[in-house]
């Protein structure tokens, strides 16, 4: 079963707009990664930021990690209509090298 | 190659039918993963391989469902007797080592429909 949860399920804005996705999970993580999918296809890795970290950037993302309340976020800023695609996020499961994915985060950005 | 490809891109079957997938990781890569994906849900781990080392075939929903990986590259996934419920998106990633903070690669997906 998926340890992660990911809110909202879907999400809608206008171009230039930020959009904000959380994922909760369960258990203990050393590493939470964020994972970009467009049409139904294969999966684009986003960003990993570890366990000690609590803020890291890529480009026009910033992901935060409170490893307390067991939970991250994806910010996009000044979103563009290329960034219409589903969103998960991923834990490794104990044994290391498994990832748990989440549901997904369905992002839709209007012209 | 440059990145990780499957095939075919889609495949319909009739019910009870076999059908094979394929994958072609990134060369130099020793970790492959298979996962199958249902409308609308996240990714379910099937099986993954490492190097020389016995795969983990935990991820597998049934005995129907199997998976080769040759040479330490090139892996096929094999559903036998397709049941409607094996409808679903088959995606193949690689890493370099396997471990959970590398990067998963994947490929474009072969969409399965078992009519």
């Known amino acids: 079963s998926q340890q992660e949860e990911e809110d909202p399920q879907a999400l809608s804005i206008q171009e230039g707009e930020n959009a904000t996705m959380n994922c909760s999970y369960k258990?203990?993580?050393?590493?939470l990664q964020w994972y970009r999918q467009n049409s139904g296809r294969g999966l684009v890795h986003l960003i990993l930021i570890r366990s000690n970290e609590r803020e890291k950037h890529s480009g026009r993302l910033r992901v935060t990690l409170d490893t307390s309340k067991k939970s991250s976020s994806l910010l996009i800023t000044a979103s563009r209509a290329a960034d219409t695609a589903s969103y998960f996020c991923?834990?490794?499961?104990?044994?290391?090298?498994?990832?748990?994915f989440g549901a997904g985060t369905t992002v839709t950005v209007r012209a | 190659g440059a990145g990780v490809s499957q095939s075919p891109s889609n495949k319909v079957t009739e019910k009870g039918k076999d059908v094979e997938l394929r994958c072609d990781p990134i060369s130099g890569h020793t970790a492959l993963y298979w996962y199958r994906q249902s409308l609308g849900q996240g990714l379910e781990f099937l099986i993954y391989?490492?190097?020389?080392?016995?795969?983990?075939k935990s991820g597998l929903p049934s005995d129907r469902f199997s998976a080769e990986r040759t040479g330490g590259s090139v892996s096929t996934l094999t559903i036998q007797r397709t049941q409607q419920e094996d409808s679903a998106v088959y995606l193949c990633?690689?890493?370099?080592?396997?471990?959970?903070?590398?990067?998963?690669?994947f490929g474009p997906g072969t969409r399965l429909t078992v009519l």
């Open positions: 990633a690689s890493s370099l080592r396997g471990r959970s903070t590398d990067t998963q690669y």
């Open positions: 391989f490492q190097g020389n080392s016995a795969p983990d």
């Open positions: 991923a834990t490794p499961l104990s044994n290391d090298y498994k990832l748990s």
């Open positions: 258990t203990s993580i050393n590493n």
